[in-house]
């Protein structure tokens, strides 16, 4: 069991710092917010159904009793990301990487609602930590509430989604809840593009890096971390998924400030609020290796 905790977190760490690169593809991408969703669950979709249907025709049945679970499942996931492509449009990736570290804090009070478990002091106290160091970014950040109030409901969201999936992966396959939450998410976004007025594209209209950049989107980061994501999920608890998750900021920042420079250059007071909240991750990490050791 302690290996497989180990495992588990190293695999989880090695996603993070795919998805650390999600934020970068996003601002790269010079599409709406919800065309870029739309094609990185299209491709997403094709790539896992094509996957399961020469390898795991059995993960593509489910019970009727299961379709409004993978369907919310697919509401918060596909809401989640536009939102947080559209709060990197209207802000920068530091900001709304930051505040998506809050994460842990608000899982340490939702968690144990949705699992029915007593708070844990130490769960609460890391995420004082994380309220601290919003709280300095808050302080410098006036101008950009709205982002900071957008970012701040894109990771409640995924909260909501992680603790959706550590209850459905204890009945259902990895493939499947992500294969399925996928397809509803999809539908999803094609809705809100059908009663929006978004025209989609040609695809000889999309510039060739822009398809490289939505093919890693929905490969790597999308198609393979989903399902790896919620087979995790089995090993770890979704609290600490949200507090390692905190450490994809730190890798979004880190590559948004080498490759977009002045533009993603911050207030010293912004990196010592991050500052504060990686010290609430990492203090946390620590706490859950010595624990499982």
Known sequence: MQKDNYKS????????FLWGFTSI????????PLLIVWLRLLIAAIL??????FFFKDALKFDKFSVLKFLFGGVLISIH?????????????SLTLSVLSTASLMASFLEPLFYKRSFMIHEL??????????????????????????SLICTLLSVLFSLLNGYLIKKHSSFQISFYEIIFGFFII???IIFSDIKLPKPSSIKISNWIYIFILGSLCTAYAFVASNYILKSISPYTMMISLNLEPVYGIF??????????????QFYIGAGIILLGVLGNIVFK?????
Do not use: P, R, T
């Not at 977190?9 to 993070?16: G, N, R, W």
């Not at 593809?25 to 709406?32: E, K, R, T, V, Y």
């Open 289 to 293: 290796y010595k624990k499982i050791s």
């Open 125 to 150: 106290l890391f995420g004082l930590v994380a309220i601290i160091g919003l709280s300095v970014i808050f302080g410098i950040q006036s101008e950009n509430y709205f982002a900071i109030f957008i």
């Open 81 to 93: 990301w536009y939102l947080f492509f559209y709060s990197i449009k209207i802000s920068s990736i």
């Open 190 to 192: 094609s809705l809100l």
């Open 9 to 16: 977190l190293i695999h989880l760490h090695f996603l993070i």
């Open 25 to 32: 593809f996003g601002a790269l991408i010079d599409l709406n």
């Open 255 to 268: 590559f948004s400030l080498i490759i977009f420079g002045e533009k993603e250059y911050m207030d010293v």
């Open 48 to 53: 896992i159904f094509g996957f399961l249907f």
